[in-house]
């Protein structure tokens, strides 16, 4: 650690996300503040964050105060984030979906000199659930998966990574791959469901913080496994225990699975 603390920088630090994790760290003994970063023209950037910090416009300058960064951002901004993680030296947890795979290979890269968590979710509990969805999944191979995604309005991206993440857990559990698996949408009159495929079912509305379901649908019964997201400050409290997980472990990417100490 650079100081007596472990010292956390958090990227998006203008966000709800990021405002969130500022708060865990703040209300926590034995972490500090390192700074927060937004991107330039932000309305956030020079917001006062405390002991006479304020929100900057460069990554690169939190990083160098930090022994982990969070980042809750955009996939845009990935690029930056992961340079100044590299050239500081620190560890870097990754919150932001919609990640494709051109940014999965950027985070595999920089894995080899830094170590790296990616999450789609940090939440505790959805980490746990998707251990239990492989096992499921594993165990009722001859049944129907479908997931079920709620979001609020404003949530971009369809489904969600959460949902993904599942469906990935289902895949994985039946020896294949999601993209071999997936069912495309329905809507109107189409053919019978093909048996041993992945359907998904997004909801957008309100302002839910993240509810998922996984139903395993069998002959004459059905096995529901799910989560409900009550308040966003369970994602900065899963970023924020992966952060202190993560600092001074070797250069590699790691999961929220690791930090629970879930079998792979």
């Avoid at 003994?29 to 929100?55: I, K, M, S, T, W």
């Avoid at 919150?95 to 795979?101: I, R, V, W």
């Avoid at 979001?151 to 999601?178: I, Y």
Wanted: glycine share 14%; net charge neutral; with cysteine.
């Amino acid at each position: 650690m650079r100081g007596e603390r472990l010292a956390i920088g958090v990227l998006g630090a203008g966000g709800r996300m990021g405002r969130a994790v500022i708060a865990e760290v703040l209300a926590a003994g034995d972490l500090e503040l390192a700074g927060g970063v937004e991107r330039p023209g932000h309305p956030a950037c020079g917001a006062a964050l405390g002991n006479g910090l304020v929100v900057a416009a460069n990554a690169a300058a939190v990083a160098h105060r930090a022994d982990v960064l969070v980042d809750f951002t955009t996939p845009e901004a990935l690029a930056e984030h992961l340079r100044a993680a590299e050239d500081a030296g620190v560890a870097l947890v990754i919150g932001t979906t919609g990640l494709s795979p051109a940014h999965h290979a950027a985070i595999d890269a920089a894995a080899r000199s830094i170590p790296v968590l990616q999450a789609a979710n940090t939440s505790l509990g959805v980490n746990l659930l998707v251990a239990l969805v492989q096992e499921a999944a594993a165990r009722l191979p001859g049944w129907d998966a479908e997931i079920l995604d709620l979001h609020h309005g404003a949530k971009r991206d369809a489904p969600s990574g959460t949902a993904l993440m599942l469906g990935e857990a289902v895949a994985r559990g039946r020896g294949a791959r999601l993209e071999a698996v997936r069912l495309p949408p329905r809507d109107g009159l189409g053919d019978p469901r093909p048996a041993g495929g992945v359907g998904f079912a997004v909801l957008r509305g309100g302002t839910a913080a993240g509810d998922h379901q996984v139903l395993f649908l069998g002959p004459g019964e059905r096995l529901v496994l799910g989560h409900v997201a009550e308040d966003r400050a369970i994602f900065a409290r899963g970023a924020v225990a992966a952060a202190r997980w993560l600092a001074g472990r070797a250069p590699g990417r790691y999961r929220m699975a690791d930090v629970l100490g879930l079998a792979p």
